[in-house]
């Protein structure tokens, strides 16, 4: 527990040390001494101790009864302004054990010293409520946690006991101080609101040899530390470095181990998602070159469908071409031909008419039956114009003879 003269210097300031605007709110009227009595709400007390509530463990348990003094924290401050024109210089005596370890930190006891109101309102809540303030911390954090912004990284390892968060640094040696925005870090954000300052500061509690100072200005090693009870709420004094000291080593060991078996976890994943990428690529290379194969050889085969289809279109319209020319000489032929049959034809009838008037031997058969029936109607006549009857009998015989010969019949009318 903190010591009890630390809760009789501030009991006394309690009153006046907590800001108006942070005590609890009451009836209108009611005396303020009434309402400081009846605390701070767990909202009130989350917004005050939100400003360093993820701080590493081993540091937040020396500020917060450093809180509970400070017109402490201002002398530290002026200490650390003194000290940087004189190295050598050392600390009062008589200033506070956590304030006095809170030198090793002099961004954390600047903050403090620019803000009184804040620290003497932390302060007062830390007196009168110490076991509120220790569960606010863990409420803050929770929230912080649940969103993502607060975790394990190179510089500090978040341990989830339960209902217990613990912020304790990676290496036990160094301790990073966190920056940042209470209003920000309780919201999820895809960009870092998590920081660091620049500056690591070895941790207060180790048993540097006595005198030892460092270059960050650092003094001497605490040999007894201050320490959170997660489980009672509460933070002890006199807590036994060595134990702290190993606890921090036995975290540190199990998340170098974490870190490596997530490290070889990842590393398995990652060749196991190049693998099937890898071969994804693959048969998409693979399912590309088949495609694009297949593409080309049924473009080959639509080619000479094509190519065969128009040289069955020029074949058939060669043929169609060689049958009209073909229909066109025959047609011409058979013009050429009439002409000459009809000529053969004319000829023959004029050759079957001149020679049935020429001679009886040369008509043909036509013709001699044309001169024959000539013969007879020429002996008929020639009968009918004869008047002597003793001549009948010969020119009877006679138009006989004639009639086969027509000349000779001839010859009978002229006797």
């Keep these: 527990m903190l010591k009890a003269e630390a809760f009789c210097l501030i009991a006394a300031a309690i ?17 303020a001494a009434g309402a400081a009595s009846q605390g701070l709400s767990a909202r009130q007390l989350e917004s005050i101790v939100a400003p360093v509530a993820l701080y590493p463990d081993d540091l937040l348990a020396i500020l917060l009864p450093s809180a509970t003094t400070p017109l402490e ?9 003194r000290r940087k024109s004189d190295p050598n210089l050392q600390p009062d005596a008589s200033m506070p054990a956590p304030v006095k370890s809170l030198l090793n930190y002099p ?17 007062a809540a830390v007196t009168v409520q110490q076991k509120d303030v220790v569960d606010a911390i863990q409420t803050f954090r929770r929230k912080v946690y649940a969103v993502g912004n607060l975790k394990s990284d190179d510089k500090q390892i978040v341990v989830v006991e339960k209902e217990t968060i613990k912020v304790v640094q990676a290496d036990p040696q160094v301790i990073y101080v966190p920056q940042y925005q209470p209003a920000q870090v309780v919201i999820v954000s895809p960009t870092p609101v998590y920081a660091y300052y620049p500056t690591p500061y070895p941790v207060y509690y180790y048993p540097y040899p006595p005198g030892a100072a460092f270059a960050t200005g650092v003094f001497v090693g605490a040999t007894t530390a201050y320490a959170f009870n997660w489980n009672s709420a509460t933070i002890n004094y006199n807590y036994n470095v060595n134990s702290l000291q190993q606890e921090r080593i036995n975290y540190a060991n199990n998340a170098q181990t974490q870190r490596q078996t997530q490290s070889a976890q990842n590393q398995t994943q990652r060749q196991g998602q190049a693998a099937q990428n890898q071969t994804q690529r693959q048969d998409a290379v693979s399912g590309t070159t088949s495609a694009n194969q297949a593409q080309r050889q ?56 001149s020679g049935g008037r020429a001679t009886s031997g040369q008509g043909g058969a036509f013709g001699g039956m044309d001169s024959g029936a000539a013969a007879s109607r020429a002996s008929a ?3 009918q114009s004869l008047s002597a009857p003793h001549d009948g009998g010969q020119g009877g015989a006679r138009g006989m003879q004639g009639h086969s010969a027509p000349s000779g019949g001839g010859q009978g009318r002229r006797r």
């Design 298 to 353: 049924q473009a080959a085969t639509n080619q000479q469908t094509t190519r065969q289809q128009g040289a069955a279109q020029t074949q058939q319209a060669s043929n169609s071409a060689s049958q009209r020319t073909g229909a066109s000489g025959a047609a011409a032929q058979s013009t050429a031909g009439q002409p000459s049959s009809r000529a053969g034809a004319d000829t023959s009838r004029a050759q079957s008419f």
């Design 107 to 123: 961004d954390v006891v600047k903050r403090m010293s620019d803000d009184l109101d804040w620290t003497s309102a932390l302060g």
């Design 73 to 81: 924290i201002v002398k530290a401050q002026r200490f650390l302004d």
């Design 15 to 31: 009153a006046v040390a907590v800001s108006p605007n942070l005590v609890a709110q009451s009836a209108p009227g009611a005396p």
């Design 381 to 383: 006549r020639g009968s």
